[in-house]
């Protein structure tokens, strides 16, 4: 079982910055891609970004490429997504989550078929 609390949400103005982290606990996180999914409104989820917690590799989906940055802290069992440059299109329910790393599965893309773990989210709301 893991478990993943997000925390860092809030509202920030078009253009700037936020900082979002999930904590990771439960069993060994060696196996594990850990993600970042927008949630709109209507309870879709779009893949942001997802990063292997051994390797580091890291991949992102189209939308969100260039302006988002995930990265992972071993020592504090962190996944965090540095937003930047972001848009009002960018308010949603981030969530974190977390799945088997499988890269040869990746090559059409990731979505959340790929991941079993789930947080309850944190809302970042950006104004105009």
């Known amino acids: 079982q893991v478990r993943l609390v997000e925390s860092g949400g809030g509202l920030v103005q078009t253009g700037g910055s936020l900082s979002l982290s999930c904590s990771v606990s439960?069993?060994?996180?060696?196996?594990?891609?850990l993600a970042w999914f927008h949630q709109g409104e209507n309870g879709e989820r779009e893949f942001v970004a997802a990063?292997?917690?051994?390797?580091?590799?890291?991949y992102y989906g189209d939308l969100w490429k260039g302006r988002f940055t995930i990265s992972r802290d071993k020592a504090k069992n962190t996944v965090d997504l540095q937003m930047n440059q972001v848009k009002p299109a960018d308010t949603a329910v981030y969530v974190c989550?977390?799945?088997?790393?499988?890269?040869?599965?990746?090559?059409?893309?990731?979505?959340?078929?790929?991941?079993?773990?789930w947080g309850r989210g944190t809302q970042v709301t950006v104004s105009s």
């Open positions: 989550a977390a799945g088997i790393y499988r890269p040869p599965l990746y090559t059409k893309g990731l979505d959340d078929g790929f991941f079993g773990w």
């Open positions: 990063i292997s917690w051994v390797t580091g590799v890291t």
């Open positions: 439960g069993r060994t996180l060696d196996d594990l891609a």
